[in-house]
């Protein structure tokens, strides 16, 4: 199954995002992508929201979508990205891809919401090639015990109202045991008065073993 379709998320998220970007999140995106080079892999690109931050030394960004109305959107936000982009249909767990074929993969916002993180992560693994990068931007489960009791109660409607997404998974920690070693990794509370369940935050680097 290449296609996942939520037309009401597809056409409330690029509006929601926007108010992100505002707030912070292109910032966050930046910092992402900053230093990133040679083939890459976004997975779960949505609606091309961090095309325009590659740097030029990106030669090739393939961006795997599953919601047909996000990739149109993003398909359209290709054609004005400063580097080569190719949109196409495809979900994390099971990529079209030849294994160490890319430099870097790239995740934000999206393993929240895959069916099943554990696979797309080992799927990440496998198609990057040794010593590449996996930048990932993902909200994530808190530190505190209070956050945590909050967010699993979100958990009980969030994934219907947002496409899937969850917001207590320990995204950061699954990372850390799928054959990556992280390199920089930061947290932080988006929004910062933290009355979100979906408020932590991880932004980091981590290299394929």
Not at 18 to 26: E, H, K, P, T, W
Not at 121 to 139: Q, S, T
Request: with cysteine.
């Amino acid at each position: 199954m290449t296609d996942l379709s939520h037309p009401i998320f597809a056409r409330l998220y690029p509006r929601l995002d926007a108010a992100s970007a505002r707030a912070g999140g292109d910032a966050h995106r930046a910092e992402l992508l900053a230093g990133t080079s040679g083939r890459v892999l976004e997975v779960g690109a949505g609606h091309g929201a961090n095309f325009a931050h590659y740097p030029p030394e990106v030669t090739e960004v393939v961006a795997v979508e599953p919601e047909p109305r996000l990739r149109a959107k993003a398909g359209r936000v290709a054609a004005r990205a400063p580097v080569p982009v190719t949109v196409r249909p495809g979900v994390a767990e099971d990529l079209d891809l030849d294994d160490a074929s890319f430099d870097v993969v790239v995740a934000s916002l999206v393993l929240c919401s895959v069916r099943d993180p554990v696979r797309a992560l080992a799927e990440v693994r496998r198609v990057l090639r040794p010593g590449g990068e996996f930048r990932y931007y993902e909200h994530v489960r808190g530190r505190t015990p209070g956050k945590v009791r909050f967010q699993r109660c979100a958990d009980a409607v969030w994934p219907f109202l947002a496409a899937g997404c969850h917001v207590s998974r320990p995204t950061d920690e699954w990372i850390a045991r799928s054959g990556f070693t992280v390199r920089d990794e930061r947290r932080f509370e988006f929004p910062a008065s933290g009355a979100n369940p979906a408020s932590p935050h991880v932004l980091g680097i981590a290299v394929r073993d």
